[in-house]
Nanobody, 121 residues
Framework: QVQLVESGGGLVQPGGSLRLSCAAS????????MGWYRQAPGKQRELVAA???????NYADPVKGRFTISRDNAKNTVYLQMNSLKPEDTAVYYC???????????????WGQGTQVTVAS
């Protein structure tokens, strides 16, 4: 069964950096787009960044110039490098991926369990 596991969250001071990782495992034929969402208490889940299988990227306006999404296709892993962190970046960050499992002719979205990022003095 396909699953995504995130790591790298934690507590950091404003202006600091964190790198999130998300590894996909299971009977995977291929992975299309991968991305990161976040959800703060009392707010809707929002897209942070996305990356296609070819490496094209898209970022939400609040994180442009500060966050960088990348992927290692050989490891089925997506990363989110977060620099110049602000208190408003505090949220649970979720990894997602559009995946073709073996034996299927269509892809499905999969989600990680989430990892907490807290930016505070």
């Amino acid at each position: 069964q396909v699953q995504l596991v995130e790591s790298g969250g934690g507590l950091v001071q404003p202006g600091g950096s964190l790198r999130l990782s998300c590894a996909a495992s299971g009977r995977i034929f291929s992975i299309n787009a991968m991305g990161w969402y976040r959800q703060a208490p009392g707010k809707q889940r929002e897209l942070v960044a996305a990356i296609t299988s070819g490496g094209n990227t898209n970022y939400a306006d609040p994180v442009k110039g500060r966050f960088t999404i990348s992927r290692d296709n050989a490891k089925n892993t997506v990363y989110l490098q977060m620099n110049s962190l602000k208190p408003e970046d505090t949220a649970v960050y979720y990894c997602t991926a559009d995946i073709f499992p073996y034996g299927k002719t269509w892809s499905s979205d999969y989600w990680g369990q989430g990892t907490q990022v807290t930016v505070a003095s």
